[in-house]
């Protein structure tokens, strides 16, 4: 055998197979374990720990109060000095009190767990060490975005109950405002703007539900779990858990460091709470305009043209419609990066900030919208007047047809369709078709006049008869 190469050649015969195979291991094996000696390069830096450390205001409550939870409980189990402890808690509770913008957050020397540890480290020495004890970095991040996000998730939770709340009212108020709604923009059948409105809430009220089982997920502690097999040092998780309000501990560890399932179902309820909303911004954006003159936005929730001083720009409602493309842009984002295997820190490192801030955002808009209904103006003459002069009442036309007169449906649709050609040609309004318009129509189609009652066929076509029971859909008494 070549003492060069310790590989056997084909020929070569083995004396001592388990030494060759330790020795050919060893000849490839030539990977340096451990940390490097060398300092970060600064590409790393500017593109990876400037990106964490730009986070590190979104987290930095939350790694403060990890942190003071982590020492106690390992002061309360006796593995850390009385004095280290104190002392630890003494730094712990001034950066507590320090603003994050006051903060030195330094990318040059890592995320904001090692720009913490680096300041502990300066003042305390040796000591700092200790609050490595049975945790990994990533946990006390981990832990921290959980406290942003269940504060968070709580008042985006009001806002949509808030929204709910406002736009309920003011479909009540409106209940008996007569409009012709839409579909495709064009006219499908009389209801009314309270009933219109009303189709916004049960939505959001799902959202809302989805947003507290989501805080119940988000309301779970990750603390103790290391970084995916716990440690020996922290035998019973609930007590950090205890410490920082967390209602119980996520169970699989290694779950509990990686899971991303959660900050999904935050970001989707989030981004689906304000496509709702987007939705009745959109239409609000278009019946504020001067050709349909429907509603008209409160002075606050507009904006002025500095060059066309006629101009009145429904601004509100832009954010709102913008916000929603925003969300789900960040949602989109999310998924790409958390599709990559399990463990990795690109699952979550994106997260800290794309995530507070996506609930941040709903948050906001969700109260917007709130004040644009709350103070909208609803002009219901300009909506009875389009509803008179349209032919809304088509649908319920046919009905009456078919239950009336015992022909079925699709006969009867072609005779209304036939007619309500006929009228519109002749500049005649729905309420202006009379029995013998509709017989011209069925003889054609049907090869038989229909004879239908005239005062029926006058109560059938006036719009105020049939707008029906806002939840059941049911026909008024």
């Known amino acids: ?86 002392d630890l808690l003494g730094e712990l509770l001034i950066a507590h009190q320090t603003d994050a913008a006051d903060f ?12 913490r540890e680096r300041l502990f480290a300066e003042r305390l020495g040796n000591t700092a060490g200790w609050l490595h004890a049975g945790r990994p970095r990533r946990e006390a991040a981990r832990v921290a975005l959980r406290i942003l996000l269940r504060d968070q998730t709580a008042h985006l939770i009001i806002e949509a109950a808030k929204f709910a709340g406002v736009a309920s009212s003011v479909a009540a108020d409106h209940r008996h405002v007569l409009m012709p709604d839409q579909t495709y923009l064009q ?8 009933h219109y409105l009303l189709a916004f809430v049960p939505p959001a009220l799902r959202d809302g539900n989805r947003l507290l089982a989501a805080l119940d997920q988000v309301n779970l502690s990750p603390g103790g779990a290391g970084c995916v097999n716990g440690s020996r040092l922290l035998d019973d998780r609930m007590t950090i858990a205890k410490l920082l309000g967390f209602t119980d501990i996520i169970d699989h560890t290694r779950d509990a460091m990686w899971q991303t399932d959660t900050f999904i179902d935050l970001l989707a309820t989030s981004t689906s709470l304000i496509s709702n909303q987007s939705k009745l911004a959109e239409d609000l954006e278009i019946w504020a305009s001067q050709e349909f003159d429907y509603v008209d936005l409160a002075g606050p929730y507009t904006r002025a043209s500095v060059l066309m001083p006629q101009k009145r720009n429904p601004y509100a409602l832009t954010i709102v419609r913008g916000a929603g493309g925003v969300l789900i842009g960040r949602l989109t984002g999310f998924l790409a990066v958390v599709k990559t295997p399990s463990a ?35 002009n219901a003459d300009r909506m009875a007047e389009e509803l008179r002069g349209g032919f809304s009442q088509a649908t319920d036309l046919a009905e009456f047809i078919m239950l009336s007169t015992g022909i079925d449906y699709r006969s009867a649709y072609q005779v209304v369709g036939q007619t309500v050609r006929r009228a519109s040609k002749a500049k005649l309004r729905g309420l202006d078709i009379t029995p013998a318009m509709i017989d011209e129509a069925s003889m054609e189609i049907y090869g038989r006049p229909l004879g239908i009652d005239a005062n029926q066929l006058a109560a059938i076509l006036d719009p105020k008869s049939i707008p029906r029971c806002p939840w059941t859909g049911t026909a008024p008494s």
């Open 187 to 194: 006219q499908a059948q009389p209801s009314t703007f309270g």
């Open 1 to 86: 055998m070549n003492p060069n190469n310790p590989l056997p050649t084909p020929n070569q015969s083995v004396d001592d197979p388990e030494a060759t195979i330790g020795a050919a291991a060893s000849a490839l094996n030539s990977r340096i374990a451990g940390p490097s000696l060398d300092g970060p390069a600064q590409e790393l830096i500017d593109a990876g720990f400037a990106w964490e450390i730009a986070d590190a205001p979104l987290l930095h409550h939350g790694l403060n109060l990890a942190d003071l939870g982590h020492v106690l409980d390992l002061s309360n189990r006796g593995i850390i000095p009385d004095d280290a402890a104190a």
């Open 344 to 378: 990795r820190s690109d699952n979550l490192i994106f997260a800290y900030g794309e995530i507070p801030r996506a609930l941040e955002l709903a948050t906001k808009i969700s109260a917007l919208m709130s004040g644009v209904i709350r103070t909208l103006t609803v």
């Open 104 to 115: 030195p957050y330094d990318a040059a020397f890592g995320e904001p767990y090692n720009s």
